[in-house]
């Protein structure tokens, strides 16, 4: 799935995905960067990351797979 999905999620949001989109993705990241240095729980900042990836894409069938990637992972 990462591999065949997410790669063209993430090439769609870097061509398309709007600043606030964008901004979304960027504060997923930060959260899962401090989870793992305060050795937190990343699981919540990583399904954020990986919805947010799907949203800025602006792709539909791929924002639909949120909830696969939240069984996923």
Do not use: C, V, W
């Not at 993705?25 to 729980?41: F, R, V, Y």
């Amino acid at each position: 799935m990462r591999l065949a999905i997410e790669p063209q999620a993430a090439a769609l949001a870097a061509r398309h995905g709007s600043p606030e989109a964008i901004a979304q993705i960027e504060k997923a990241l930060l959260e899962m960067d401090n989870a793992a240095q305060t050795h937190g729980s990343i699981h919540e900042p990583d399904l954020a990351f990986h919805t947010a990836i799907l949203l800025a894409s602006g792709n539909r069938f791929f924002y639909q797979l949120r909830d696969f990637i939240t069984t996923a992972l």
